[in-house]
């Protein structure tokens, strides 16, 4: 299993940058045999996908409201996955989360991932 914690969210203004992290321990199954993606919640909405990489860290898929905007990375020997968030938009406000999944791609379903960490509010002025 896997225990997620994310940190590095915060206000920001539109046009404006942040990063996320999100910390992995695990223990029985290695990191590196998660795929790993990032949810977004925002007030009144339901959880959306956002981006997933695959176990290597090889390949990334984005939503099509953050594609070109933001970045996922998976760093196996430091067994963190990170977003960066570029060109912040008010519409990205919404608490991010972090999940694992023991697939080795990651799918857009939040059903599909077991491991949730507690999540880290992003909110975007205008």
């Known amino acids: 299993q896997v225990q997620l914690v994310e940190s590095g969210g915060g206000l920001v203004q539109a046009g404006d940058s942040l990063s996320l992290s999100c910390a992995a321990s695990t223990s029985g199954r290695t990191f590196v045999n998660y795929a790993m993606g990032w949810f977004r919640q925002a007030p009144g909405k339901e959880r959306e996908f956002v981006a997933g990489v695959n176990w290597s860290g090889l390949r990334t898929y984005y939503s099509d409201s953050v594609k070109g905007r933001f970045t996922i990375s998976k760093d196996n020997a430091k067994t963190t996955v990170y977003l960066q968030m570029n060109s912040l938009k008010p519409e990205d406000t919404a608490i991010y989360y972090c999940?694992?999944?023991?697939?080795?791609?990651?799918?857009?379903?939040?059903?599909?991932?077991?491991?949730w960490g507690q999540g880290t509010q992003v909110t975007v002025s205008s």
């Open positions: 999940a694992a999944t023991e697939g080795l791609v990651p799918e857009i379903a939040g059903a599909s991932y077991h491991y």
